[in-house]
């Protein structure tokens, strides 16, 4: 039973940058919550705070009440792994392994159990003589969540950990570490940049940009109902249409859309799957190009002023280049002041 | 781009033609030195020596002042290597990962004595030890080889402790371990074997190191490069000068060899930042 609760804490480093800016979150015992941002938006550095690698300048984080904020890495009950994996060269893997629960002066018999039960778990029975650069890419990063685990840490931290490997290996390492966090229960904060990761791993996401919550969600409400333009366009492929209401109609160049708003500047976020094309004689926009994925096609689009849509077809060869098009959205979401104001 | 030309193996003449003016340069004077030590009669105009033996190891490895001098020097270079090791390999990690006030400048004055002419800052040196009643004495001569290693056991662990992994310490301190047992358990293992080397090289560096060791050990300390001079200088028999130089010569080819096994060519580039 652990559960972490970060309160307004903010990093600013001795540059100036800040890095973090009065963050909050609470993860629940048992949940994988998912930090996910673009490079530079402080996901890392407040895992790292987490982890006790980095000091914040501001706020308080608890674990189970404890607050842990001033500890030293040495004395907080986490257990984080690398992005580089960061296993000892000079050891093998079963002394990887080991060296937590030989400063915690177990006896010998039982690290050997612990060792080998871990490796089990992360499916690596039988490499405890193997020197870690004997390992592949995908097995070092095992030993690496097996070093963290092998200690039964009450919150576990994963800083980017497959973004050193190829797309197969880190879409079967990524199933594997959440059957293993899911049967284990443990707390676990993970940081990544990749959305699917977040989106096929996460019970929550939250999304960070600046070193600010964007918005903290499950991953369908995310994907369905982001709360910030921000949002929309950083979870899968949106089109944001910066443009302005007068007399309920949304307008960008020629393409126009009822929107019951009250009139100032609005973003339109439509996905490429919630646009109907409709070939026009009076267009809204021109074909650019179409690709067709043999499932599905895809239709770039112009409008006069050359800001770019994207449009998902079902039969992509209805269209050709140039041709003129009507667009009818299905599903809208307009924003205004960084916050949503219409959803259709 | 491809060609479809496969290459062929053509013979390097340049390279060959250095490669062997290198060996002459290096293997030359080992050869005929090697020669000298085991030659009874060499007399001119003979390419080859007439008469081959081992009269001359007898004589000079009888002879006590070779075993004083041998001893002396093993006791003087261990003395200087241990506590250079002690004052260097602390700074060597300062440098490399602390900030402190006047880090660059203090870096670069470690390695500044390097950049006088070495005989000039040794009779300066000679001029401050003899106020300090320093000619002449085993600590002396302990202390002007000091200068000599500085270069060896500051640059090259500095450039070792650099090349760990901050994350591999970072994941010892995660699993539970002190700063200092991360540096005993982590840092100083991922580090060891190109301060190795470095230790190596200062200890043979040392050993052999004849200037300083002449100019404030003379006459009291004697040691084993500055003996050997003394026979070639003084001595009509060339055969001493040579047997001595053999005698010196094997420990330190076998301990480079062995070093070379241990630690593998990379560590030395590494400690220069290869």
């Known amino acids: 039973m652990s559960v972490l609760h970060i309160r307004e804490v903010s990093k600013t480093f001795s540059g100036g940058t800040k890095a973090v800016d009065s963050f909050s979150l609470d993860v629940a015992d048992g949940e994988l919550v998912c930090l996910l941002g673009p490079s530079g938006s402080g996901k890392s550095t407040l895992l790292r705070m987490v982890g006790g690698f980095e000091q914040p300048t501001g706020g308080q984080i608890t674990i189970d009440g404890e607050d842990v904020t001033h500890l030293p890495p040495e004395r907080r009950p ?69 070093r963290s685990l092998v200690l039964e840490p009450k919150i576990l931290l994963l ?26 229960g443990i707390t676990t904060l993970f940081v990544t940049h990749g959305q699917d990761e977040a989106l096929s791993m996460a019970d929550r ?55 019951p708003v009250a009139d100032g500047p609005a973003i339109l976020a439509v996905r490429p799957e919630a646009i109907d094309l409709t070939i026009s004689e009076t267009p809204e926009a021109h074909v650019h190009r179409v690709t067709d994925y043999g499932t599905h096609g895809l239709v770039d689009l112009d409008l006069a002023d050359g800001t770019r849509i994207k449009s998902m077809v079902a039969h992509p060869d209805m269209f050709r280049t140039g041709q003129g098009v009507q667009i009818s959205p299905r599903a809208v979401t307009a924003y205004r002041d960084n916050r949503p104001i219409y959803r259709s | 781009m491809t060609t479809l030309t496969p290459a062929r193996t053509r013979m390097d003449w340049p390279g060959i033609f250095f490669a062997t003016l290198l060996t002459i340069a290096i293997v030359g004077p080992l050869l005929v030195v090697g020669t000298w030590a085991f030659t009874e009669v060499w007399r001119f105009p003979n390419v080859i ?173 004697r040691t084993m490069p500055v003996l050997m001079i003394s026979y070639i200088n003084n001595q009509m028999v060339i055969q001493y000068g040579a047997v001595l130089s053999v005698l010196l010569w094997v420990p330190s080819f076998i301990a480079l060899m062995f070093a070379r096994r241990v630690i593998g060519g990379g560590a030395f580039a590494r400690g220069f930042g290869g």
Not at chain 2, 122 to 131: D, M, P, R, S
Request: hydrophobic fraction near 50%.
């Open chain 2, 49 to 221: 020596p007439q008469q081959f033996g081992f009269r001359f190891w007898g004589q000079t490895l009888g002879r006590a002042d070779v075993w004083n001098a041998l001893m002396l020097s093993r006791r003087l270079t261990t003395g200087g290597t241990l506590l250079s090791a002690m004052i260097c390999l602390p700074a060597a990690y300062a440098f490399a990962r602390m900030s402190f006030p006047g880090r660059n400048l203090l870096f670069f004055s470690f390695l500044a004595g390097h950049a006088f002419p070495k005989f000039g800052l040794l009779v300066a040196i000679a001029a401050i030890f003899l106020q300090l009643n320093l000619i002449g004495t085993f600590w002396g001569v302990v202390l002007i080889q000091l200068v000599g290693t500085l270069m060896f056991m500051i640059w090259i662990p500095v450039a070792a402790f650099q090349a760990v992994d901050r994350r591999m310490e970072e994941a010892a301190r995660d699993v539970g371990a002190s700063p200092l047992r991360v540096f005993w358990s982590i840092t100083l293992p991922q580090a060891g074997p190109t301060i190795a080397a470095a230790v190596l090289l200062s200890f043979v560096g040392t050993f052999y190191e004849t200037e300083g060791a002449w100019l404030i050990g003379a006459p009291g300390i």
């Open chain 1, 159 to 184: 800083d980017e950990p497959f973004a050193s490997l190829d797309q197969h290996l880190r879409e079967r390492l990524r199933e594997e570490v959440r059957d293993i966090q899911q049967r284990l």
């Open chain 1, 205 to 259: 996401i939250v999304v960070m940009a600046n070193g600010k919550t964007e918005q903290i969600d499950r991953p369908n409400i995310i994907y369905r109902e982001p709360q910030t333009p921000f949002v929309a366009g950083f979870i899968g492929t949106m089109n944001l249409i910066e443009g302005a209401v007068s007399d309920g109609n949304f307008m960008r160049a020629d393409f126009t859309l009822p929107l």
């Open chain 1, 78 to 146: 986490t257990g984080m792994v690398f992005q580089s994996h960061a296993l000892w060269s000079h050891m093998n893997v079963f002394k990887n392994l080991a060296f937590g629960l030989k400063l915690r002066r177990m006896p010998a018999a039982v690290i050997r159990e612990k060792v080998e039960a871990v490796l089990e778990l992360v499916g690596l029975s039988g490499y405890g003589e193997r020197a870690t650069g004997q390992l592949s890419g995908g097995q070092q990063q095992r030993v690496a969540l097996a």
